[in-house]
T-cell receptor
């Protein structure tokens, strides 16, 4: 157990639907990162939050949004789902804002299947 | 974005050392070099990181070229449990981008 909790572990839904993925960071960590990993692909950075504020954005689609709440948990909202959104979605947390010296702790991921 | 280049796959024999290379010619002065690995069906896990000097920890060693344009992750004695995808990452302010990684196969 890495200390980063992601729910749900598995999710199957239909095209056009909307889902929410949840992440609880490791205790004491203020920064949360979201990544998408499609089948046999590397990890694509989506977005980063630090202490409730958005701090960096990667290749996140406009149909996707995220937020970090006062208790530091984060949610990734995926809407108007398409088949190509099927992927593993990972959340990671770290203690600080700066990326360069941080050690990221990853959760086990949420596997999304869009039919 | 600063990019890393790694071989797609490598193979090693159990109990032998493994040297995993990474090229990062566009590295900036403040970028740290991180290595993570992803075992099958798991999230990535931290291996090691460094800035300029070589680094050692209980998992591995990181050798950084003097010009910082390349680095090598060294697993001193590969085990079957080390079979994974190894990612070399340049981490800068608010950026932590993974490359395509090297899939390491360890033969018994």
């Amino acid at each position: 157990d890495s200390g980063v909790t992601q729910t749900p572990k598995h999710l199957i839904t239909a095209t056009g639907q909307r889902v929410t993925l949840r992440c609880s960071p490791r205790s004491g960590d203020l920064s949360v990162y979201w990544y998408q990993q499609s089948l046999d692909q590397g990890l694509q950075f989506l977005i980063q939050y630090y202490n409730g504020e958005e701090r960096a954005k990667g290749n996140i689609l406009e149909r996707f949004s995220a937020q970090q709440f006062p208790d530091l948990h984060s949610e990734l909202n995926l809407s108007s789902l398409e088949l190509g959104d099927s992927a593993l979605y990972f959340c990671a947390s770290s203690p600080r804002l700066e990326g360069w010296a941080n050690v990221l702790t990853f959760g086990a991921g949420s596997r999304l299947t869009v039919l | 974005d600063a990019k890393t280049t790694q071989p797609n796959s490598m193979e090693s024999n159990e109990e032998e050392p493994v040297h995993l290379p990474c090229n990062h010619s566009t590295i900036s002065g403040t970028d740290y070099i991180h290595w993570y690995r992803q075992l099958p069906s798991q999230g990535p896990e931290y291996v090691i990181h460094g800035l300029t000097s070589n680094v050692n920890n209980r998992m591995a060693s990181l050798a950084i070229a003097e010009d910082r344009k390349s680095s090598t992750l060294i697993l001193h004695r590969a085990t079957l449990r080390d079979a994974a995808v190894y990612y070399c990452i340049l981490a800068g302010f608010n950026k932590f981008y993974f490359g395509s990684g090297t899939k390491l196969n360890v033969k018994p």
